[in-house]
Each structure stands twice: as structure tokens, then as C-alpha cells.
């Protein structure tokens, strides 16, 4: 990535361009609900483990999708991993540095910036634009004093408002020109990773595609790594180069977009693509691609977590929790089910994921 | 069967007038499914609103008519209304929490309708929210009958809604984006409850949506609403492979396809219009790339083009024309691909 | 720089927005000159703010002047409203009097507010056990009775003004603490302070430029009935006996002086109650006023 020099909001170079930029190991984050006394009553755990055990690995200059329906964790992870929740367990690493979980430094914490979903409550009402990203650039001595005005007034041509905008405050813009405004915030200070959690669910459909095509147009020029969470297969599929698919709490699969697509091997991402509603005016059986109802997360089931909603659950799948493996004839695409792959089941292909891409 | 004619509803606000439906006729002949498209202040939400009588106090229908089995229920009394709603109209909202009652077991919710309508005793009433509990698919519902809304998951909550909208047997259910806060499999559940209940039942649905795949999915015709007015009606398929309208071809590819990757999305420019003061002639022209002079005098009519296709555009040809062409570049970059994969697989070979 | 394709408004100069968006901005602004609560309410507190303040010019007397061969008068061109019991001149000491009374109100009402603001803020953003250990104090206050503290208090500090804002305070903050801390805790799920502790920014600059003006209407709302009350307490406090003392005019005093000739000269106990009666039912004006004006949900 040589054009640097003319984009203001480039992230500097790697140490060591081929180790992943973001590296989290069995990351766990929990929260501890209510009285333990209720809990107790109800023979409930009182502990969400919200995410539970995950392994990611995100390349430089990649743009990674994170997807799952409500209760998979993947608005949790995606805080955690910006540093806005503690983790209870395991380790993120950003370019080879451990980062801390509770209070990064600020020079951690600029490397990872967050766009909020609800572009309605993401931006302070009170301050205008400039005001907002005068204050970050001054905290954090991004630019020296005298260009802050001007490097301002660059971001918001990245994202496409003019200057006027600096002068101006939130309830004058709308829903689209708020989320490039958060755009235009996260990527002031030179972010090495943008976390995107659900861009576009807010917007309307045609706002929706000026958005994506943005941040499209941003990864290519800057360089950008994305991590885009969604529950929308379609923006993924236009937006990013590889997919991990979340279940309450673990990510049961990933693979290259195109691989995920065209072969899917977990059920619950065969039961998720084919869920979704298609402009193809087929006829199509009454019966539903994933029946039933998530387990509630504070009730996770034993062995593997999908097989009380799964059509082809095993006794093994009660006793066993199958974890993420990768392919043996492509080591880029891993899933979590005893019988991926082609597998008979009980007998893993091969060990436990250690080299994932 | 229900029939709007040309209704007009506005809003007072401390704006000015706003004109949220602004002449819009409908037609949902019985057993059929009618999908009602548009982006949040199309007026969707509320010309099912006006239909049901449930408009917010600052809203009013100024003229128009919404005749159901041939009875205008624009004008009617509080009374006379109430006859309607629960019995041979019925609405699910978007939000099952709050259109639900967190004080009151799901069960009763159920059989308050036959009981209040039907004057069905409370045995009888029991015995048939049971059975519609069986019919949406909750499981148990000898248990469930006695459970709180807060016990369901929102899949759950929007199946108890199906369950008293059906439960004294409407002739019309309008659904006003039933499925938008449901997560994807869920709201696959739903859909396909729905589109079984209006294929097996003969009621018809009024469905409210922004999302065209969703009405694919259940709808067999749609109208496109646009800044208070319909500007494109027919059978959906047809609309949504052949728009005849610059704004539904807009929300066509605007859409991210979950089947196809387009290389680049196309945005509809500019934002919707003031509904207060909207623009004069043709409402879509600012943001129309086949604007004509003419689009800025005249408010075209909804017109019939094809049988069953009407559109409100005066140059809805171009359309077909930006299509065709959109098809063309396609099918030679697919050539070109498949020419360069035959010369790779050539190559391979050798 | 390459073409980074951006399909939005030509010119997609930020500030239009949704047509009709900038015109309910102005409109909003508008809006405060015609609320009809909020204006009387400025209006009735603007003209007794604006008398007290234009006293000497209103009146030659001193109000601490005594005419003892003038006592007790009644309405007249050269004593407006008469004088009381020591010859002083009733109107004279009703606007001297409204001097001291609005200035200690209001300040009786800043100290709280200040006070209340930063430890509700404090327990409602940190949370956990400075949270508990605050609203605990708050508990212990709230279960006393206003009046009975401030003046169980005034009476331990002894008399004067500086005891009366002392005793306000401590038992006057713990309302503005629960109003800002409830607040708070509301805002601070917001996505913007999300995005600014994303951002690297401290807690101290969060909660002082991000959150705070986003929940000090609130309390203002509450100071307005709240100046209203320590008008009363005050006055109730200098009828006592407590809190401002003689021969410092003021309305508490003049209406205690005056009870003992209530079926004689009913001026000197009447108006002065009437000038706390006014002054509360404008103060109350406002306060509604602004609570319209300031209700969530108008922008």
C-alpha cells in the first residue's frame, strides 16, 4: 500500500507485514446477572457467557465478516476486541503486542476504532462535528495544532460532506450522513482496524448502499483492516473477503466468503443461508430452514451448543463439543460439527485448529 | 375483500401540513397476500393506520375511501368500528413486546377476542386459542397458555400475535413490518407460517415491509409507495424483475443481493422529499437520472402498461431500456470470463 | 487521489440534511419566545428581579431607618405602602427585603445543585461501591424531613446567612444527586460515550464535556421548584427567628413583625407574603417553561 503520503487517514506500516493484525485467543467475556439468589431459585447460571472461548485471527488489509443472529456474542466480541469490555479470559494481541483488557493505553487504543450501529445515539448531540474531532485530534496530538482544522476538514472529504459539516450538528444531518460522520470520527485517528458493528441495519436500503460502497472505497484506498459485523449475508457477501459465523458464543465456522457460500458445512450456516429471503419466486415448502428457538444463553446445551435446533444431531453431539477444525483439503475453511467435512463423526480429521489463517 | 380509493391523509404538525398519503388505491382481493413497499416516510405505515382507524390524533383522512366487503370504514363511529377491527380486520405489528399485554397470560390474550366478538363462553374461547396455538406452531401450548409475554423469545411473541390476529377468523390481516426485528431464521419461520396460513385459511394479508426480498417471499402482488403516493403496482415478480419505475429499479439495485455480488452498489442520490412541501410534478424527479421537462409539471398518473402493471412514470421505458443494457454488459463479461476460463482450462491441459 | 466514489447529494455540502430538518431547528428556537408559561414566568420574576435591583432608585428611604413618631402609618403618597410597627417604610423594606431573600434563594439553590450534580455523576458513571456508598448517604438524608434538618441545622450553626447555606446544601444536594445520577446512568449507555471511550478519551473529560451537558437539563428543570421551596424555607426560617436576622430586612422577618397587628394593619404581614407568593407562582411559570422546552425528544 505506497499511495500514504495523500491519504490523511492512513495507518502507519506493519512491523512485520505477514503475522495477523489481530490475534485473540480463547477470548471469553461473561457478565454476572441479577441476585445470585433468584438464580439459584430458578436453577439458573447466573453468568452469560456472552462469548465463549474464541479464536480469531485477522489479516492485515483483510476485511473480515463476523455474523450471527441475536445472543451470538458478536457485538461483544467486537467491544472486546476494542477495548470497550474487559475480557474474563484470554489474550488479544494486536501486531504481535499483548493488549491489556482493562484500560488500554491511549496509543493502544487508537489503533482499534469502533462505527456504532444507531447513528442516532453515536454521535454526541452536544458537540458539532469540528468540535468532536478537534477534540480527539488535540487528545490525542494526531496532527500538530495548526493543521488540525485542515486534517478535519480532510476526513469529512474521505467520507463525502464538505466542510460545512464541521460547523454543524447532529440533528442537522441525516441517518447516512451520521454514519459517515462516525465514519469520518473512527478513521481520524489513523485506526489500524476499523470495527464496523452492524453500519447499515439503522438505514434505509438506498442509504444503505452509499455506506457499504464507502467503506468499500476506504479499505482500497487506505489500507484499511475491517471487521464488519452483521446479521445481513448480502452486505457481507458484497463487503468482505472471509466469514466466521457465530452461535451463542463460539464461532462454529469460517472460511473464505465465496468457500462459505458455496459450500457451507456447519448446519447452522447452511440453516442461516438458506433462511434468507430470496428474490427468486420459487415455490418453497412450508418447512422453515432452522426450526425452533435459540437456547436461551444462560442455558447453553451440553456437547455441542446447535444440536437442539440441528437435523442431523448425533448421541456424540450430546456428549461431545466438537471444536473449530479446519479441512484437511482446505486448511482457509474450519467449522465446529462432527460431521463436517464429510466426516463420519467421533473421529476428528485433524487436530484442533492451530494454523488458522 | 378490501379496497382503498384514493385516500388522502394528513398530518398537522407544527411544520406545516404534511401529506402523508396522498391518493393511494389499493385492491387485496380475497386469499391474496399484498405487499406494500416503501422507506421509512413513504406513508406505508400509515395508510394501513387509516385503514384499521387507528391513525395517531393529529392525523386525519381528508378524502378517500376504504371499503371492505363494499362498506366505506372511512367516517364510520367508534362503535361501529370496533365491530370491524378483531373480527374481520385484523393488524401484527412490529414490535410483539409492546402490541402484546405484559400483565396478562398470553392464553386469555388469545381468547379475548372470541369471547368479546364471537361472544364465545370462556370454555369455547380456551378451547380455541389452544387450537391456534397449535396452528402458529408454539409447542406446549397447554403450558404455554398460562405463560406472560415475557417468558417468549420475540419468534414466540410475533407467533401470539398471528394467533389473536387470526382468532376470530378476519377476512384481511394487515401486517405492518412483522418480521423487521426478527433475526434472520426466525423471521424465516414466521414468513413461511404466514404464507401457509393465507394459502390454507383464504385470508388475505396486507403486508408493510422496506425489505423487497421479504415480499418476495410471501406476496404474490406489491405496490411500491414513494413519498405518499404508490408509484408502481402489480404482480410481484414481474415488478421486481421488470421495474417500470426509476424508484423501485433504484431499491432493486440498491439492495445487496445475497446471490449475487455486484461489483459496485447502485445509491439512490439525495434524500427523500419534504412531504410538507413536496416537489412539484413528478415527486421521484429530483433524484431521477431519466428526468425529463415534463416530469417537473405534470403528477403522472398510476397507469396500467401491462395487464396488472401499472406504473407512475411518463418515460418508464427507459427503464426496460437501462435494463436491457445492464443485461447486455453482464451476459459479455460472463462470455469474457467463461472465454478466459476456457483458454485457462485449455492451458491447464497442456 | 484515486476516485473514491461517493454516490450521495451533489455537493454533498453536510449541512442540508432531510428537507424540512434545518426548518424544525429554527423553529425549535422560535419556539422559546412563545411559550406562554415560560414568558409570563420571565415576565412576573423580571419585574420583582428588576425592583429589588432598582431599589434606590425607587425609593429614598433606608430600610433599617427608623421614624418612631411615624409608626405603624398607613397607605400614603409619601409611605406608599405604609411603615411598620418602628416607623420603617414598608416598601422600602419589601424591596431591600426581596433583595436578600432572591439572592440567598438562589444561592441556597446553586450550592445544592453544584454539589448534588458532581456526586450524582460520580455514582451514576463509576457505579459499583462509590455508587452504593453514595446513594446509601443519600438514603440517610432523604429519611429526614426537609424543614426539620435544614432547621435542626441552622439552629447547631447558629444564625446568619452563611448557616442557611450550609444547612440548604447538605440536605438539599441529595435530590439533584438522584435526578443527575438517574441521568447518567441513561446516557452513558449511549453510543457516543462508547465511541468516546473508544476514542482514548478519560473518564474526567467524558463525564464533564460529553455527559454532563447532555443530562444537566434535568436538574435545572428540578432547581427552578427548588428555589421555590428555599424561598419558603428561608422565609419560614427568618419568621422563626433563625437564619437572617434583624434588622436586616427581609420578607420572613417583615411577615413575623407583622402578625402581631394582623387585624389592625394587615399590609405588613400581607404583602410581604404576597411578594414570596408571586415570586414562587413566576419561578414555577419558568420551571414549567422550561420543561416543556427542554423535554427529551424535541429535536
Not at chain 1, 487528545?139 to 495548526?146: A, G, I, T
Request: proline share 7%; net charge neutral; hydrophobic share 45%.
Amino acid at each position: 500500500m505506497t499511495a500514504q503520503p495523500a491519504s490523511p487517514a492512513a495507518p502507519p506500516p506493519p512491523a512485520d507485514p505477514d503475522a495477523p493484525l489481530l490475534d485473540a485467543r480463547d477470548l471469553s467475556v461473561s457478565f454476572s446477572l441479577g441476585s445470585a439468589l433468584v438464580a439459584r431459585m430458578r436453577h439458573e447460571s447466573r453468568v452469560l457467557h456472552a462469548v465463549d472461548g474464541v479464536d480469531l485471527r485477522i489479516k492485515r488489509g483483510e476485511a473480515l465478516a463476523l455474523v450471527g443472529e441475536s445472543g451470538s456474542g458478536k457485538s461483544t466480541l467486537a467491544r472486546a476486541l476494542a477495548g470497550l469490555l474487559p475480557p474474563n479470559q484470554g489474550e488479544i494481541r494486536l501486531d504481535g503486542k499483548p493488549l491489556r483488557g482493562r484500560r488500554r493505553s491511549r496509543a493502544d487504543q487508537r489503533k482499534i476504532q469502533m462505527v456504532f450501529q444507531d447513528p442516532y445515539s453515536s454521535l454526541n448531540p452536544r458537540l458539532t462535528v469540528g468540535g468532536m474531532l478537534h477534540e480527539l485530534l488535540r487528545v490525542h496530538h494526531v496532527v500538530p495544532r495548526s493543521e488540525v482544522k485542515s486534517y478535519s476538514r480532510e476526513l469529512l472529504s474521505l467520507v463525502g460532506l464538505g466542510e460545512e459539516a464541521l460547523q454543524a450538528y447532529p440533528r442537522q444531518f441525516s441517518g447516512g450522513q451520521r454514519q459517515r460522520v462516525a465514519i469520518a470520527r473512527a478513521l481520524a485517528l489513523r485506526p489500524e482496524l476499523l470495527v464496523a458493528d452492524e453500519p447499515v441495519s439503522a438505514l434505509d436500503v438506498s442509504v444503505q448502499a452509499t455506506i457499504l460502497n464507502l467503506l468499500q472505497d476506504l479499505q482500497a484506498e487506505l489500507g484499511l483492516t475491517l471487521l464488519l459485523i452483521s446479521h445481513n449475508l448480502a452486505v457481507v457477501r458484497h463487503l468482505c473477503d472471509r466469514i466466521a459465523v457465530m452461535y451463542l458464543g463460539r464461532i462454529i465456522e469460517v472460511a473464505p466468503t465465496e468457500t462459505l457460500f458455496a459450500s457451507p458445512q456447519h448446519p447452522y450456516t447452511i440453516g442461516l443461508l438458506a433462511a434468507i429471503p430470496r428474490m427468486t419466486f420459487s415455490e418453497e415448502g412450508d418447512a422453515p430452514a432452522v426450526t425452533g428457538d435459540p437456547p436461551s444463553p444462560l442455558n447453553i446445551p451440553s456437547g455441542c451448543r446447535f444440536r437442539t435446533r440441528c437435523p442431523i444431531a448425533q448421541p456424540i453431539c450430546e456428549q461431545e463439543d466438537p471444536a473449530l477444525t479446519a479441512s484437511t483439503g482446505d486448511p482457509a475453511h474450519s467449522a465446529a460439527c462432527h460431521f463436517a467435512f464429510g466426516r463420519a463423526g467421533g473421529a476428528p480429521a485433524a487436530a484442533p485448529a492451530p494454523s488458522q489463517p | 375483500m378490501l379496497q382503498v380509493s384514493d385516500l388522502h391523509v394528513r398530518i398537522g404538525s407544527r411544520r406545516g401540513v404534511v401529506r402523508a398519503v396522498d391518493g393511494v388505491s389499493l385492491e387485496v382481493p380475497q386469499g391474496e397476500a399484498v405487499g406494500l413497499v416503501g422507506e421509512s416516510g413513504s406513508g406505508k405505515s400509515m395508510t394501513l393506520k387509516a385503514v384499521l382507524g387507528v391513525l395517531p390524533p393529529e392525523a386525519k383522512v381528508i378524502s378517500g375511501e376504504v371499503l371492505l366487503d363494499g362498506r366505506n370504514l372511512v367516517g364510520l363511529s367508534h362503535a361501529e368500528l370496533n365491530k370491524v377491527r378483531g373480527t374481520k380486520l385484523a393488524m401484527i405489528f412490529q414490535e410483539p413486546m409492546s402490541a402484546l399485554n405484559p400483565v396478562m397470560r398470553v392464553g386469555r390474550q388469545i381468547a379475548e377476542g372470541p369471547q368479546v366478538h364471537l361472544g364465545m363462553n370462556r370454555a369455547k374461547a380456551t378451547e380455541r386459542a389452544l387450537d391456534l396455538m397449535r396452528r402458529v406452531g408454539i409447542p406446549d401450548p397447554e403450558r404455554r397458555f398460562r405463560a406472560f409475554p415475557h417468558e417468549f423469545s420475540g419468534g414466540m411473541r410475533q407467533r401470539v400475535m398471528i394467533a389473536m390476529a387470526l382468532s376470530c377468523e378476519p377476512e384481511v390481516i394487515l401486517c405492518d413490518e412483522p418480521t423487521t426485528a426478527l433475526d434472520v431464521t426466525i423471521q424465516d419461520q414466521i414468513l413461511r407460517l404466514l404464507a401457509k396460513l393465507c394459502r390454507e385459511s383464504g385470508v388475505s394479508l396486507v403486508f408493510v415491509t422496506h425489505d423487497l426480498p421479504v415480499v418476495a417471499q410471501v406476496c404474490q402482488r406489491l405496490a411500491v409507495m414513494y413519498a405518499g403516493q404508490v408509484v408502481e403496482q402489480g404482480v410481484v415478480r414481474e415488478v421486481l424483475t421488470e421495474p417500470r419505475h426509476p424508484y423501485t429499479l433504484g431499491l432493486v439495485r440498491s439492495a445487496p443481493d445475497v446471490d449475487q455480488v455486484r461489483s459496485s452498489l447502485v445509491a439512490i442520490p439525495g434524500s427523500p422529499p419534504s412531504l410538507v412541501t413536496p416537489p412539484a410534478g413528478c415527486r421521484f424527479h429530483p433524484r431521477c437520472k431519466f428526468a425529463e421537462e415534463d416530469c417537473l409539471v405534470t403528477e403522472p398518473p398510476l397507469r396500467l402498461i401491462s395487464p396488472g402493471h401499472a406504473t407512475a412514470c411518463l418515460h418508464h421505458e427507459r427503464c426496460a431500456e437501462s435494463l436491457r443494457a445492464e443485461r447486455a454488459e453482464i451476459a459479455a463479461a460472463k462470455d469474457g470470463a467463461a472465454h478466459t476460463e476456457t483458454a485457462h482450462a485449455e492451458e491447464a491441459e497442456r | 487521489m484515486s476516485a473514491v466514489t461517493i454516490t450521495d447529494t451533489p455537493g454533498a455540502g453536510g449541512t442540508p440534511p432531510e428537507a424540512g430538518t434545518a426548518q424544525r431547528v429554527r423553529t425549535r428556537r422560535a419556539q422559546w419566545y412563545k411559550q406562554p408559561a415560560l414568558m409570563a414566568g420571565l415576565v412576573i420574576v423580571g419585574l420583582i428581579l428588576l425592583a429589588c435591583i432598582a431599589a434606590p432608585l425607587l425609593t429614598p428611604y433606608n430600610p433599617n431607618t427608623q421614624d418612631l413618631n411615624n409608626t405603624l402609618a398607613g397607605f400614603s403618597s409619601k409611605h406608599w405602602l405604609g411603615t411598620d410597627q418602628l416607623g420603617r417604610d414598608t416598601f422600602t423594606r419589601l424591596l431591600y427585603g426581596g433583595r436578600v431573600d432572591l439572592r440567598v434563594a438562589f444561592l441556597a439553590v446553586l450550592f445544592p445543585f453544584v454539589l448534588g450534580t458532581i456526586l450524582g455523576s460520580i455514582s451514576g458513571y463509576f457505579g459499583g461501591w462509590v455508587d452504593t456508598i453514595i446513594m446509601r448517604i443519600v438514603d440517610i438524608v432523604v429519611a429526614f424531613p426537609f424543614f426539620v434538618l435544614v432547621i435542626a441545622l441552622v439552629f447547631v450553626l447558629g444564625n446568619g446567612e452563611r448557616s442557611i447555606y450550609v444547612a440548604i446544601t447538605l440536605v438539599g444536594w441529595v435530590s439533584y444527586a438522584r435526578i443527575t445520577r438517574g441521568e447518567i446512568l441513561v446516557a452513558k449507555r449511549q453510543e457516543y460515550v462508547l465511541a468516546a471511550q473508544s476514542g482514548g478519551l478519560g473518564h474526567l473529560r467524558i463525564m464533564g464535556r460529553h455527559l454532563m451537558p447532555n443530562v444537566i437539563s434535568q436538574g435545572i428543570i428540578y432547581g427552578m421548584s427548588d428555589i421555590v421551596q428555599d424561598i419558603l424555607a428561608i422565609v419560614t426560617l427568618s419568621y422563626l427567628g433563625l437564619g437572617i436576622q434583624p434588622p436586616t430586612a427581609d420578607w420572613g422577618t417583615m411577615i413575623s413583625d407583622g402578625q402581631n397587628f394582623l387585624t389592625t394593619h394587615w399590609q405588613l404581614t400581607t404583602i410581604p407574603g404576597l411578594a414570596v407568593v408571586a415570586t414562587g407562582f413566576g419561578l414555577s411559570l419558568i420551571g414549567d417553561g422550561l420543561a416543556d422546552l427542554l423535554r427529551p425528544g424535541q429535536s
